[in-house]
């Protein structure tokens, strides 16, 4: 849980002009996001269901774009929470929606071109294996590495959950 916690203190106070981060969860976890949140001493959000109840009651299909998961991630890094860090759980389900290279456009902009929002957002995903194509590719990838950003979480380092 320690590279979790430091990723909030980064995102809180490590003077990023973009502050997002991702985690990715081991499926021992997956379900119990909000408890996640509580230790980490976050806000929980369930963004899949955020983007749903966004929805008009007449609408029969969900289209997502990168300009609209920009958008829904802009409402939330600039709404007023209770504390100023945002934990999103089921961001893997509408990521997925979004065609391979529109996903890696999402991951470059949620990476350098996402400026001074009031909340810094956390993403979480499933842990699967380092090549998901959900995840950002090579090169950019690793600035998401480098950058401490893209944070890991194993078994063993969720122990007081």
Not at 17 to 45: C, F, K, N
Not at 47 to 76: G, R, W
Not at 147 to 155: A, D, G, I, M, W
Request: charged share 20%; net charge negative.
């Amino acid at each position: 849980m320690n590279d979790a916690r430091q990723l909030v203190i980064l995102l809180r106070h490590g003077g990023l002009r973009s502050r997002v981060g991702t985690i990715l969860l081991p499926h021992t976890i997956l379900g119990r996001e909000e408890t996640l949140a509580a230790q980490l001493d976050v806000h929980y959000i369930n963004f899949a269901s955020c983007i749903l109840d966004s929805l008009p009651e007449e609408a029969a299909y969900l289209t997502l774009s990168v300009d609209k998961l920009t958008y829904h991630l802009d409402l939330l890094a600039n709404s007023r929470t209770a504390r100023d860090c945002i934990l999103l759980a089921n961001f893997d389900l509408p990521l997925s929606r979004l065609a391979h290279e529109n996903r890696l456009l999402l991951w470059g902009r949620l990476l350098l071109d996402f400026p001074y929002k009031k909340n810094s957002l956390i993403l979480l995903l499933p842990a699967v294996v380092p090549h998901s194509a959900l995840l950002p590719e090579g090169g950019l990838q690793q600035e998401w590495a480098d950058s401490k950003r893209l944070v890991n979480l194993s078994n063993g380092n969720l122990s007081e959950i």
